[in-house]
């Protein structure tokens, strides 16, 4: 399973998915989860990644030039193919158990942690898949919601935990 991350805290994400049994499942390759700095790609040279939003509003958004560098950087590193990738968002379809499921049968996704107001609408309807929320509240940034969906997924990769029965015992597998 790869997990690539775009964020503006990329220490925040591997502090905390480097570590324990999602840190033991990369080190001995049964997980790769990638944090990528999204001010190393913005064009301007204050490395800038908010905007004002072209609609009006309050507040900043994530600009789509460096959202779009960093997406396209990811799966150049893949051929240019497909990767399933997910927007956090409070406006998104609350997570589940089912989805970590869904969401490892793709193998390699992208998500994009928010900021701000939120994230220019060009990215999202040129490169977003699905739009997911950990609950029905808002947080400052979707760092929290990646570690915690990242988590969630890796563990249900074979041999992360210790035996199937691990997962698949627990309250909200079926």
């Avoid at 324990?20 to 990638?34: H, M, P, R, V, W």
């Avoid at 399933?84 to 158990?97: D, F």
């Avoid at 609408?121 to 977003?128: D, I």
């Amino acid at each position: 399973m790869v997990i690539d991350i775009i964020t503006l805290f990329p220490d925040a994400v591997r502090a905390m998915l480097d570590v324990s049994i999602i840190g033991t499942a990369q080190k001995t390759g049964l997980a790769e989860i990638n944090a990528y700095q999204l001010r190393d790609y913005t064009w301007n040279r204050q490395n800038q990644v908010d905007d004002y939003p072209y609609g009006g509003g309050a507040g900043m958004i994530l600009a789509a030039q460096p959202l779009t560098s960093c997406w396209a950087d990811i799966r150049a590193k893949e051929g240019f193919k497909h990767i399933h990738t997910v927007l956090l968002s409070p406006a998104g379809k609350t997570y589940t158990e089912s989805d970590a499921r869904r969401l490892l049968s793709y193998k390699h996704i992208i998500m994009v942690c928010g900021h701000y107001e939120g994230i220019d609408e060009r990215f999202v309807e040129a490169c977003v898949d699905e739009e997911i929320s950990i609950g029905d509240y808002v947080l400052t940034g979707g760092e929290i919601p990646a570690m915690a969906i990242a988590d969630s997924i890796c563990r249900l990769v074979p041999g992360v935990l210790a035996s199937e029965e691990s997962f698949t015992e627990e309250s909200h597998w079926s």
